[in-house]
């Protein structure tokens, strides 16, 4: 979308609606706070009312656009630790791709859950090493397995950032695993999306 000047931080949400409904959904900004445009990453909900309408827009239709809202922000100045680890199931991946986008030399790992290796969605975008794909459909990722069991077998260091962004189940799973590993309850940040 044309930008027109909004201001986030990177990790925020803004709102869509389509002009013709009065529906409107959060979405993560996908795009990074430098840049000119403005980028969201978007799930087709099968009988969703407004992801399916998103995916049939045409290219200069206008859609209203709100915020941005939230306190998922991020910036790696704040922390005394510069290790982070980035937790996401399907498009919950979206804010850290923003993170990465703002702030390129992060020391970061980035654990991406998805089902089948098409839903991965641009993980050229990312350094290779520093990104774990877990595949729950089968054995073409890195890892065969959701996110949360590949978490389980990792020894993650203590002042380590985590950062859990998708579905409720893998956040609460995700942050009784990262506790049980001695991982501080005020290291562990999270963002909800259904
Ligand atoms: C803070 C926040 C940020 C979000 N950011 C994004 C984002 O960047 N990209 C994105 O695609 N979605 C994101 N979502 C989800 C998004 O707001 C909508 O819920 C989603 O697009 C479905 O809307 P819908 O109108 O098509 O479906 P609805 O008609 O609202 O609902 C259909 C059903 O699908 C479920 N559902 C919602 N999202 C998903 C999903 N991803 N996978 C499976 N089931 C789901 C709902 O719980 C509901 O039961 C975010 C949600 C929150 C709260």
Redesign the pocket.
């Known amino acids: 979308m044309e930008r027109n000047n909004l201001q986030f931080q990177t990790g925020q949400?803004i709102m869509l609606k389509n002009l013709n409904s009065s529906?409107k959904?959060?979405?993560?900004v996908y795009s990074g706070e430098k840049d000119d445009y403005l980028e969201?990453?978007?799930?087709e909900?099968e009988?969703?009312?407004?992801?399916?309408r998103l995916k049939k827009l045409k290219p200069g239709t206008e859609i209203e656009v709100e915020g941005p809202f939230?306190f998922f922000k991020f910036n790696p100045e704040k922390f005394a630790s510069q290790k982070f680890l980035f937790v996401a199931t399907?498009?919950g991946i979206?804010p850290f791709h923003s993170f990465i986008r703002t702030f390129t030399k992060l020391d970061y790992q980035l654990v991406h859950g998805v089902r089948k290796k098409e839903e991965a969605y641009e993980h050229a975008d990312y350094e290779m090493e520093n990104i774990k794909l877990c595949l729950s459909g089968d054995e073409t990722g890195d890892f065969y397995g959701r996110v949360t069991d590949y978490l389980f077998t990792q020894k993650i260091d203590r002042e380590t950032n985590c950062f859990l962004c998708g579905n409720s189940e893998m956040i609460y799973e995700a942050f009784d695993i990262l506790t049980g590993k001695g991982i501080p309850v005020s290291n562990i940040y999270s963002?909800?999306?259904?």
């Open positions: 949400f529906a959904r959060e979405y993560s969201v990453l978007v799930r909900i009988g969703g009312k407004v992801s399916g939230g399907g498009t979206s963002e909800v999306y259904f």
